[in-house]
């Protein structure tokens, strides 16, 4: 569907100008079971900048929200670029079977991007590079993926650990974490953005390899669906 | 900087130089003409340039199998995989796939791609009336696991246009998805690579995942950094000419 829809958003794109002022009506739709999402960092930009690419090393920004869910060093860098940026429109965690929208005005700027990190995870995060925002009107239905930002051995270690380069996942939201995880793994193999292969988990909450629940927090991708109303 | 619709020749450019025509082109390959005032040569092929990114934490893929055809696929869902195809998924053989009957043209990536690494590959098309792309790799850490891509349509991209896909995991159905040692091709075990018993279900799907030894499979010479979800590979297809 993503692609398709990409595709034709493209081509569409191509035969009209390259200047249209757009406004996206943005629905953000959590299709986990037992996975929240941090504060979103939504920014309309134009092709000089991505907030991320698969196969490339995470920008610092891009490690403060996958790491700890801070968008603040996102917003300043988006906003040093000109971009437009929407800042938690969540207004915080956005939980399992939630969603929320809001608005943004693109102008000028022909694409659309956003991060935010899953919670519990060490740098997972759910992400859209580049939407290329169709001059057509109409409604628009986009899933995200989970990837991993490759900056942090997944350990799955609930310890607080938020800050970039500190080991462990910063929180639990759910209250469902176990303790005492001897720890899955301190390696990480693939240091670039990449699809997430998931958390290990185990059914053991006072011990085992991993502080979370192989039953509560797993997923499959997609993790986000996005409705799109473009004016 | 973007996957999608890179633009580096105008449609106009490219629309007026279709229109050319030249009697008596060379047929050697070599197009560059000697006669003054002479318009360029109509191409007697299109070239797509293949970028190819592996999205997996610790599955490398192998060479890729990449084929051009107007009829056929290398594999159908819900049915049974050729034996070239059974060749790549168990064992990253891919030279069967490359001389399939059904091939106009055909290219051999010929270097694994491990993981977060990109590949660029240049590709030529005959032309003809139809033109799909089509390619498949194995990720090496699995029994019998395939990623590609089956019957693209290239037939009306223009030059200096890109589409863009991500791609999906396949079962190739022909071996027990066991993980046991010495099944496995990959670097996580060394094991056998193509056999022609087909211990498994005989149809190709999508694949469920691997399980792995950290996951609860005790027997499993995989760990957990070797699972995966969808999709594994991002694969843009550009025509340069």
Redesign the interface.
Known sequence: MK?KT??LA?MI??GASNIHAAQLNVTITNLTQGIYFTPFVVAGHD????MFA??QPASSELQAVAEGGDISGFVSLLNSVGAVVVENPAGGLLAPGSNASFTIDTGDLN?LSMVSMLLPTNDGFAGL??W?IPSEPGVYTVNL??Y?A?TEANDEIVNGGGAPGVPGIPAAPGGDAGTNGTG??D?E????V?????V?GDDDATAG?SDLD?RVHRW??PVIRLQIEVL | ?????Q?NRS?SGALAFSLLLLAGCSDSGNNVSQQPVQAEPQPQQKVFTIDV??????QPLSPLAIISHSEGAIWTLNQPASVALENLAESGDNSMLLTADFAASSLNGAEIIP????QSLTMRVPLMGQAYISMATMLVNTNDAISGLNRVDVTNLPTG?S????TNSYDAGTEANSEMAGTIPGPADGGEGFNSIRDDVDFVSLHPGVVTS??GASNSVLN??H??????M?VTISRVQ
Not at chain 1, 194 to 198: M, T
Not at chain 2, 1 to 5: A, G, P, Q, T
Request: charged share 20%; proline share 3%; net charge neutral.
């Open positions: 692609f990409t595709l493209a794109a191509s092709d000089s900048a991505r698969t196969g694409y590079d580049s290329s993926n989970a991993d490759g899955v793994t390696i193999t693939n240091q670039t990449h699809i997430h292969r998931g290990l390899k192989s499959l991708n | 900087m973007k996957f999608i619709n633009s449609l990114i592996n999205l997996t934490n610790n993981p977060g690494s990109s246009r589409v863009s896909y991500v950290d996951d957990e950094s699972r995966f979800d969808n999709p594994v991002r």
